[in-house]
């Protein structure tokens, strides 16, 4: 009985820092964009942490599924090393969407430099920009609540290894139970990755148009 792995890969968002063009609206977008990358950090920083944290956990895992009720003691060590691992991973999350939550600073600046900008076309494009950066935030946020629903599953099921009531079958099922919902953590982590890719290429993008419309 294994669990499939849960490892979440996230894609950093590589933006550009700023460039010295006076005042001109890409050198404010590009500012503006800088900043948000910079408030990122603590989510970038997390990531190697996160991953050997989450591997660490599994690998327990399935250590414990193949020991018996007959190591009990065992097994009980186990299962309270494994939360422990699942407590400090949900604090690396906790601490990663704060990071990400912080960019909503940025994306308000974007707001405003879209308010006080005339040219219609420049003004659309920085439109797009924070519809897109907007739309990532979005889909971190469902992936961070399918993630923390999937952590409370897995204790649940780490619980019900070490209760001498819980039988095999109740076991089993909340495997499975653990496994499906497994799966739209990674279609919620899909979702995330394609919307970081999307930023990027929004981001070159809008700034090649705003240089082309300032030129």
């Given at each position: 009985?294994?669990?499939?792995?849960?490892?979440?890969?996230?894609?950093?968002?590589?933006?550009?820092?700023?460039?010295?063009?006076?005042?001109?609206?890409?050198?404010?977008l590009?500012?503006?964009?800088?900043?948000?990358?910079?408030?990122?950090?603590?989510?970038?920083?997390?990531?190697?942490?996160?991953?050997?944290?989450?591997?660490?956990?599994?690998?327990?895992?399935?250590?414990?599924?193949?020991?018996?009720?007959?190591?009990?003691?065992?097994?009980?060590?186990?299962?309270?090393?494994?939360?422990?691992?699942?407590?400090?991973?949900?604090?690396?999350?906790?601490?990663?969407?704060?990071?990400?939550?912080?960019?909503?600073?940025?994306?308000?600046?974007?707001?405003?430099?879209i308010?006080?900008?005339?040219?219609?076309?420049?003004?659309?494009?920085?439109?797009?920009?924070?519809?897109?950066?907007?739309?990532?935030?979005?889909?971190?946020?469902?992936?961070?609540?399918?993630?923390?629903?999937?952590?409370?599953?897995?204790?649940?099921?780490?619980?019900?290894?070490?209760?001498?009531?819980?039988?095999?079958?109740?076991?089993?099922e909340?495997?499975?139970?653990?496994?499906?919902?497994?799966?739209?953590?990674?279609?919620?982590?899909?979702?995330?990755?394609?919307?970081?890719?999307?930023?990027?290429?929004?981001?070159?993008?809008?700034?090649?148009?705003?240089?082309?419309?300032?030129?």
């Open positions: 009985m294994k669990l499939r792995k849960y490892i979440i890969m996230f894609s950093s968002i590589l933006l550009l820092t700023g460039c010295n063009f006076g005042e001109s609206t890409e050198e404010k590009s500012n503006i964009l800088t900043e948000i990358y910079d408030l990122e950090a603590d989510y970038r920083d997390v990531q190697k942490e996160l991953a050997e944290t989450e591997t660490k956990e599994q690998a327990n895992f399935q250590q414990m599924m193949e020991l018996t009720k007959d190591q009990k003691e065992e097994l009980t060590t186990m299962v309270e090393d494994t939360a422990t691992l699942l407590d400090a991973r949900l604090a690396l999350v906790e601490k990663e969407a704060a990071s990400l939550k912080a960019t909503s600073d940025g994306i308000s600046k974007l707001t405003t430099l308010s006080e900008t005339k040219e219609a076309s420049d003004k659309e494009s920085l439109k797009q920009m924070e519809t897109t950066l907007k739309e990532r935030i979005a889909a971190y946020e469902e992936l961070t609540n399918n993630y923390n629903e999937l952590a409370t599953k897995q204790q649940d099921l780490y619980n019900m290894l070490v209760d001498d009531t819980a039988e095999v079958t109740s076991i089993q909340q495997v499975q139970v653990v496994n499906k919902h497994n799966e739209l953590v990674q279609e919620s982590v899909q979702k995330f990755n394609e919307a970081t890719k999307r930023v990027n290429e929004v981001k070159d993008e809008v700034l090649t148009s705003l240089q082309k419309d300032e030129i």
